[in-house]
Every structure is written in C-alpha cells, then in structure tokens.
C-alpha cells in the first residue's frame, strides 16, 4: 500500500517495531504499509468504532494479511496488554483526545517504547501534557498536505523532558525550531493569520472577554514573530 502526504508521514516516524499498534486505525492503512515495508513484524489496528474496524478488516483480508494483522475493537489503549506493543500510534484525533487517551491507559502507553503522535488540534496541550506527565519528545515533524500542515511527535515514554526555554515552545514545538524544519516558517505564517482573522472578529466583539482575548491573541502574534526573528532562516 503506497501511502503518501500525511499518512505516509506517520508511517515514515515509525522506527522498526516488533509490534506496532495503531489506536483509531479507521481505514487501517498505516499498519498495513509498515508491514508491507518490513518496518514492522506484527500489527493491531484497534478502534472504537465498529463501522471504522470493517474497513480495516476489509484491508487486511483484500491484502492476505490474516496471518501478521488483526483488529480489536474498544476504547483506546483499554484493547492492550502493557508491554504488547513496542510502537502505539495515535493520530489524526484532537490533541485533548490522545492525551485522554494516554491518561486513561498509562500502564500500556507508559510500557511502549515509542509513541507516535499526530493530533490535528490543541498540539499546544498536548505538549504540555507530555511534559507534565514525564513523556519525552524526541523529535517533531512537519508535513504538508494541501494548504493544511500537520505536526507529529515522536514520544518516549518514561523519558522525563526539560521543559521548553520559554512557553511559546508549546505552541510551536521546540524539536521544529531546534532543527529548522523547511515548513516551519509556513506553519507560523498561518498561525498568525488565524489569529489575525480572530482579532478582526473580537474587535466587533464590545465585551471584556473579548477585549483580553484580542490582547492574548496580539501578545502571542508577538511571541511567534520573535521566534520567526531568532531562528526560522
Ligand atoms: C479521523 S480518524 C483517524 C484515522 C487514522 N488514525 C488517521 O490518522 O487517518 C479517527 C478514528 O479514531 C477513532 N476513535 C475515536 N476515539 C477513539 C477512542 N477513544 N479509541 C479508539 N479509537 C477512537 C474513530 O472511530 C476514528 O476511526
């Protein structure tokens, strides 16, 4: 299965695995490219969701895949034994969700050697939370699919991480900034743009809640332009 654009991303961040689980496979397609590309012995895909799991086990009968690929159906890391898998995915979910996810099923993801994480919102919390709750973000990568980039975290579990140098780091991923990725220009550029649509909103907004938001949003444009500053070439 030839993945490409952000899927194929995912997979690319994969290091080689014994056993990879994928929480929230939905279509199922990671885990079948990373054992088709010998990146990985043994695959779960794993969802919530009954509809999404028969589009997996469609993908796994279509490719004869019975004997190294199986489903299980539950919610989030409740469907592993801890020290199952060596590699957990869990993306294309909001940020809040995998964090929940993780919270709720730590004995798992604790024992994991790699988690590889790809939340398309509240990246910020997430980050946050992983350093919080002793996770360390070995690398980040960008990727681009369409106008929209998407970010993914390579975690270690267990791997207590300093704390980023300033907070705006949450928001933009000092992994990024430290190796100069080519999208992250891009990414803060659209950053900022969002936010400045929002200001143009809030300034109609007559509220005192709207007026501390425009200063928050205004006072973070500032961070990100220093970082832009400082160190994206
Ligand atoms: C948008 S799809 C992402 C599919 C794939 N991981 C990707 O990156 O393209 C989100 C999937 O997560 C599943 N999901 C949502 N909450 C979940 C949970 N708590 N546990 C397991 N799967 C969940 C949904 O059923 C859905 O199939």
């Known amino acids: 299965m030839a993945l490409d654009g952000r899927l194929k991303a995912i997979a690319d961040a994969v290091p080689k695995s014994h056993k990879v689980a ?13 054992l088709e590309d010998h990146r990985s012995e043994y695959a779960i895909a794993a969802d919530i969701s009954a509809g999404s799991l028969n589009k997996a086990e469609r993908l796994i009968r279509l490719h004869h895949m019975e004997h190294c690929m199986e489903t299980r159906l539950g919610d989030g890391l409740s469907v592993l034994a801890p020290g199952e898998a060596d590699t957990i995915l869990i993306t294309g979910m909001g940020g809040l969700l995998i964090s929940d996810i993780l919270d709720k099923g730590k004995d798992v993801a604790r024992t994991a050697s790699a988690l590889i994480l790809q939340p398309m919102t509240a990246q910020e919390e997430l980050r946050r939370w992983l350093i919080a709750n002793e996770y360390g973000i070995a690398d980040e990568e960008l990727v681009q699919e369409g106008r929209r ?9 267990g791997r207590a991480d300093t704390r980023p140098a300033a907070d705006i780091y949450y928001d933009i991923g000092w992994k990024l900034v430290e190796k100069n990725h080519p999208l992250l ?11 400045e649509e929002i200001i143009l909103q809030l300034k109609n907004g007559k509220t005192e809640a709207a007026r501390i938001r425009q200063r928050e949003l205004e006072g973070k444009i500032q961070q990100y332009k220093e970082v832009v500053h400082c160190h994206v070439k």
């Open 22 to 34: 994928d929480i929230g496979t939905d279509h199922g397609y990671v885990p079948l490219a990373l």
């Open 149 to 157: 980039i998407y970010e993914i975290l390579i975690v270690v579990p």
């Open 185 to 195: 220009g891009e990414l803060i550029r659209n950053r900022i743009q969002t936010m």
